[in-house]
């Protein structure tokens, strides 16, 4: 089965700098590979996604990218702003059933 | 994007009691999950609700204690029966879109659980 390992679990930056957390994942059948902020008191809300077709996604000031040779997907925020702060999941599926297994989550504080 | 409504958003429940969630979308869907989030952790997959028949439970949930509903495409319920203390946790409902490449998925808000 699918196995998601993240990675750092907390993160503290500078308002204005970049934050990169990673992912890795276990089945080399995943071809869906979405991130997730939960912001608190809320379910998960979908940032960005990236499928094994290619290497790179952006939207404005996030972005992802997927080496599926070494199986590993990084989520990207640049110019960090205080509401970025929250926590971050990634996801990758159980090949084709559609269930997602979560990474253990990172908790990025943006500090103004 | 698929609107995921569930109710309740939180509840406080003595112990020995049921709570029945509800998770209502806005749109068809074919792959309706449950997952919990037990505090301070991540997400874990509870039952894929299937529409017409019984839910499939992933390893270390069983059914007598968070029996499913699935009447139709666009709704499902998770009941949490005779609760302890260690159900208090965020259950959550999802919905996958798409397939293949297309593949979306989407939570609903939650119900935030506290048992005392």
């Not at chain 1, 699918?2 to 890795?24: F, R, W």
């Amino acid at each position: 089965g699918e196995n998601v390992e993240q990675h750092p679990s907390t993160l503290s930056v500078q308002e204005g700098d970049s934050a990169v957390i990673k992912c890795t994942y276990s089945d080399s059948a995943s071809n869906y590979f979405p991130w997730y902020k939960q912001e608190l008191g809320k379910g998960p809300q979908l940032i960005i996604d990236i499928r094994s077709n290619v290497g790179e996604k952006k939207d404005q000031r996030i972005a992802v990218t997927l080496n599926k040779t070494a199986k590993h997907f990084s989520l990207h925020i640049t110019e960090t702003q205080p509401e970025d702060s929250a926590v971050y999941f990634c996801a990758a599926p159980y090949s084709y059933t559609g269930k997602l297994i979560f990474g253990q989550g990172t908790t990025l504080q943006v500090k103004p | 994007s698929a609107v995921i409504s569930q109710k309740p958003s939180r509840d406080i429940c003595q112990r020995g009691t049921s709570l029945t969630i509800q998770c209502q979308v806005d749109s068809q869907v074919t792959m309706m999950f449950w997952y919990r989030q037990q505090p301070g952790q991540s997400l874990t997959l509870i039952a894929t609700a299937n529409q017409g028949s019984e839910a499939t439970y992933e390893s270390g949930f069983v059914i007598d204690k968070f029996p499913i509903s699935r009447p139709n495409l666009t709704f499902s319920t998770l009941t949490v029966s005779n609760m302890s203390p260690e159900d208090s946790s965020i259950y959550l409902c999802s919905v996958v879109q798409g397939g293949g490449m297309n593949t979306e998925a989407f939570f609903g808000q939650g119900t935030r659980l506290t048992v005392v």
